[in-house]
Each structure stands twice: as C-alpha cells, then as structure tokens.
C-alpha cells in the first residue's frame, strides 16, 4: 500500500502555503521507520534516494511489512534555492 499526502508547513506573509509530500508505505503490520531527506537544500543526495526506494517499494509491495513514512524534501524553500539558509539570512 502506498499513500502520498500534500501537507502545509507553513503560510508564507503572502497568503501562499508552504507544502510538502509526506509518503506512507505498508500495511501497519510490524515496525514503523520514519525517513526523510533535504533538511537542508544543499543536501539533495537523499531526496534522490527516496526517488529510488520509492520505486523499488512500489515493486515488491507484497514482500514489505511494516509502516515507511519518507518527507523526501523537508524543508522545500531551501531546497529549491540549493541552499542551507532560507531567503532571508537566517537558518531555516
């Protein structure tokens, strides 16, 4: 089972809402494992990883037990700037 939920971060002064995709995998049966990548918008290794494991999750659905909830971008303002810091010179 895999379900992909939009969810607000935040709303910026201008009214527009900050999101994110949170993905949830599995049946609930077993352990649950929390993942998520680009805290940080430099870091972009990891959201390709979750690319990668998202992809092979949806492959062998049978096979997994068990809760994966993935963020593959947790912080999508920096992200989309390819920086540590938001746009103001304060961290994020």
Request: glycine share 8%; net charge negative; charged share 25%.
């Amino acid at each position: 089972m895999h379900d992909a939920e939009r969810i607000t971060l935040a709303r910026l002064p201008s009214g527009v809402e900050l999101e994110t995709t949170v993905h949830t995998y599995g049946d609930g049966d077993g352990p649950t494992l929390y993942v998520q990548a680009a805290q940080h918008g430099r870091e972009i290794n990891g959201s390709e990883v979750l690319r990668r494991l998202h992809a092979e999750l949806l492959a062998r659905q049978d096979d997994f037990s068990g809760t994966l909830v993935a963020v593959p971008v947790a912080d999508p303002i920096t992200f989309d700037r390819v920086s540590y810091t938001a746009p103001e010179p304060l961290d994020s």
